[in-house]
């Protein structure tokens, strides 16, 4: 079992930034690929960017691709999401989810544990 919990988010102006932190506890965090999702009111939660046990992988949805950046800190228990260059339409709240596999990718179907969710809000 791992638990996994999000911090960082927070309201901002768009073309700012924030970085998110999801801390994992339990089971050996370096055992589990990551990744960052997102669900904005009314619409199904989606992938935003995934990173290998590793982190020698990564992948990023189209719409974050340039803004976004992945990487994590075994050593911390820890993965990141720095956003850059927000936009109103990131505006959703975000989760983070470990796989018990090597890689993972954009299916939220690959992921077996989900933290409990940051909203961030970026205001025009």
């Known amino acids: 079992q791992v638990q996994l919990v999000e911090s960082g988010g927070g309201l901002v102006q768009v073309g700012g930034s924030l970085r998110l932190s999801c801390a994992a506890s339990g089971r050996t965090f370096s055992g589990y690929a990551m990744g960052w999702f997102r669900q904005a009111p009314g619409k199904e939660r989606e992938f935003v960017a995934a990173?290998?046990?590793?982190?020698?992988?990564?992948s990023f949805a189209d719409s974050v691709k340039g803004r976004f950046t992945i990487s994590r800190d075994n050593a911390k228990n820890t993965v990141y999401l720095q956003m850059n260059s927000l936009k109103p339409e990131d505006t959703a709240v975000y989760y983070c989810?470990?796989?018990?596999?090597?890689?993972?990718?954009?299916?939220?179907?690959?992921?077996?544990?989900w933290g409990q969710g940051t909203q961030v809000t970026v205001s025009s």
């Open positions: 989810a470990g796989a018990s596999t090597r890689y993972s990718g954009s299916s939220h179907y690959e992921y077996d544990y």
């Open positions: 990173i290998s046990r590793s982190g020698g992988r990564i």
